[in-house]
């Protein structure tokens, strides 16, 4: 029983000790290119949310005048 509780806490140390390594290596970007990378990201964001209004706008038009 003892050999397993030492078994789980030194899986446990070396799955915290390789997540360490994995953030070390990390490269995070600068302050110029994630403003670019944000800026581009809400302007898709923007871009599909008016496609898909436009898109369900018709959808529902269409809908409407098959039903009437």
């Known amino acids: 029983m003892a050999e397993e509780v030492k078994k789980e806490k030194a899986q446990k140390k070396s ?25 581009a990201v809400v302007v898709i964001t923007v871009l599909l949310g008016a496609i898909i209004a436009v ?14």
């Open 55 to 68: 898109l369900d706008s018709a959808v529902l038009e269409g809908i409407n005048f098959l039903i009437r």
């Open 15 to 39: 799955w915290f000790a390789g997540l360490k390594t994995e953030f070390k290596k990390i490269i995070w970007p600068d302050k110029k290119t994630l403003g670019k990378q944000t800026v």
